[in-house]
């Protein structure tokens, strides 16, 4: 979309707006225009992955294994939250009454059991980030100290500076 906005001519009135001023305005309108299919596309969309996310949760060992297939597999395109999010906000992922109130999904129901200052099941908590908490927040940061570690021992200063960034992530 870039290179074909770029060299639009428009008229020298507007001159101050041409060359890469232009994109942005033109992406924005074209992004509404987006925006506003969308919700007649998604419906579809959102219903295959509800089915699908059933299918998971109810067909034991063989679904897990198909549920770390999708995650890993989507993890490269970002897309790995479409899997997870089935069962963090759905009645896939379960569901309990927590200070009389009805909760749907995983995360929902971490949340409300945070927000009443009761005690988090075992099972739920197991289930929460279904058990990659570690691996998301922890391991990296472990990794890249481990790396500076290393570095401090050969001396290489740039590329302690280029590190440490990343294991405040």
């Given at each position: 979309?870039?290179?074909k906005i770029v060299n639009l001519r428009?008229?020298?009135?507007l001159g101050f707006y041409s060359g890469?001023?232009?994109?942005?305005?033109?992406?924005?309108?074209?992004?509404?225009?987006?925006?506003?299919?969308?919700?007649?596309?998604?419906?579809?969309?959102?219903?295959?992955?509800?089915?699908?996310?059933?299918?998971?949760?109810?067909?034991?060992?063989?679904?897990?294994?198909?549920?770390?297939?999708?995650?890993?597999?989507?993890?490269?395109?970002?897309?790995?939250?479409?899997?997870?999010?089935?069962?963090?906000?759905?009645?896939?992922?379960?569901?309990?009454?927590?200070?009389?109130?009805?909760?749907?999904?995983?995360?929902?129901?971490?949340?409300?059991?945070?927000?009443?200052?009761?005690?988090?099941?075992?099972?739920?908590?197991?289930?929460?980030?279904?058990?990659?908490?570690?691996?998301?927040?922890g391991l990296a940061g472990a990794a890249?100290?481990?790396?500076?570690?290393?570095?401090?021992?050969?001396?290489?200063?740039?590329?302690?500076?280029?590190?440490?960034?990343?294991?405040?992530?």
């Amino acid at each position: 979309m870039y290179k074909k906005i770029v060299n639009l001519r428009i008229p020298e009135s507007l001159g101050f707006y041409s060359g890469p001023r232009l994109v942005p305005i033109i992406t924005l309108i074209v992004m509404s225009g987006f925006g506003l299919i969308i919700p007649f596309i998604w419906p579809p969309f959102f219903n295959l992955f509800m089915l699908i996310g059933h299918w998971i949760s109810t067909s034991g060992p063989v679904g897990y294994f198909f549920y770390a297939v999708a995650e890993r597999v989507t993890i490269p395109f970002g897309l790995n939250h479409l899997v997870t999010s089935v069962f963090r906000f759905t009645p896939i992922g379960g569901s309990a009454v927590i200070g009389g109130e009805e909760y749907y999904g995983t995360l929902n129901m971490f949340m409300a059991y945070v927000k009443e200052n009761a005690v988090i099941p075992l099972d739920l908590a197991g289930k929460m980030e279904q058990g990659k908490l570690m691996i998301q927040y922890g391991l990296a940061g472990a990794a890249c100290w481990r790396c500076i570690a290393l570095l401090m021992l050969k001396t290489e200063r740039l590329s302690k500076h280029c590190l440490f960034p990343g294991c405040l992530r």
